[in-house]
């Protein structure tokens, strides 16, 4: 009945973190006619200060940040606003269903690169998944079949990105709390939006029609990452991870009714199969 119960809870929090992704999708559309990609970061990163400073007053815990990984934090975040900047560029030039399908090889990623950036090995079951999910992009992005285009490969490259980002988040949770790793999330990326957004010289100021998105997606951002983490904390990857993939179908009906996105069958053939590579990666660390 416990575990029953754990499952049930795991399904309701990940509802919350589809919810959030797709909110951020679509957030991201109705900026991008306004605010260049940096701009968007910036202003996310401000809302993010003010929500996870709140929070750590709230309950006491700003004294759990510390200054003793700040290196470790700057690559973290490094990676993770390359990545961002990049999916919030993939989704307002190709279809949404697309990008998460391209999103969903960030697991396959880590496999890839962990033996690189933290030592493990890499085993033959790890080395199939990885396999499998490179064939699920092929399929999806059809090289060949059909012209690429660069936002395809900003979806990819942002799914690289985001698996760099649970690598090092990974070796951060050793040594860090998540109070002290949100708030140099929001703070450092803010500084990385600020100077990027103003390279140019040019910083665009949101219209009072943008700010309700800027404070959404900021709000889903950290909202999406608490419910998938507590989703983990109730149930195996193997249950949360099938409940995290129904995105793909949701967001592909969303795309459909909102933007008029037609969908195109291997992009769902190409999900599918990297899923199949992730569930297998799954299944093995199971076993082991």
């Known amino acids: 009945m416990t575990a029953g119960a754990d499952v049930l809870k795991a399904a309701l929090w990940m509802s919350g973190a589809i919810a959030s992704f797709t909110s951020m999708a679509v957030a991201g559309r109705a900026l991008s006619f306004e605010l260049d990609t940096f701009e968007v970061m910036m202003y996310r990163s401000f809302v993010g200060i003010c ?7 709230a309950t006491g815990r700003l ?43 960030s697991p396959l990623w880590v496999v890839v690169l962990s033996p690189l950036l933290l030592g493990e090995r890499i ?52 040594r860090e709390t998540i109070i002290s790793i949100l708030f140099y999330l929001t703070v450092m990326q803010a500084v990385f939006g600020v100077v990027c957004a103003g390279f140019d010289g040019d910083i665009a100021v949101p219209s009072a029609q943008s700010l309700p998105w800027l404070v959404l997606i900021g709000c889903a951002g950290l909202l999406a990452h608490f419910c998938l983490t507590t989703a983990l904390s109730l149930a195996p990857a193997s249950v949360v991870m099938p409940i995290d993939f129904t995105r793909l179908p949701i967001v ?24 199949a590579g992730n569930y297998l990666n799954i299944w093995g660390e199971t076993r082991r």
């Open 63 to 105: 004294g759990q940040v510390r200054r003793d990984n700040l290196g470790l934090h700057l690559i973290r975040n490094l990676f993770h606003f390359t990545g961002q900047n990049l999916w919030f560029y993939a989704i307002t030039v190709i279809p949404l269903a697309q990008v998460f399908a391209l999103e969903f090889t």
């Open 51 to 57: 929500i996870v400073m709140s929070v750590a007053l």
């Open 123 to 174: 085993t033959p079951i790890r080395a199939i998944a990885a396999l499998i999910g490179f064939v699920g992009i092929l399929i999806v992005a059809r090289p060949g079949a059909t012209p690429l285009e660069f936002g395809q490969a900003a979806a990819a490259m942002a799914a690289i990105g985001f698996a760099c980002t649970a690598i090092f988040t990974r070796k951060l949770t050793r």
């Open 252 to 275: 592909a009906v969303v795309g459909m009714l909102i933007y008029g996105e037609m969908v195109d069958i291997w992009v769902i053939v190409g999900a599918l199969v990297i899923f």
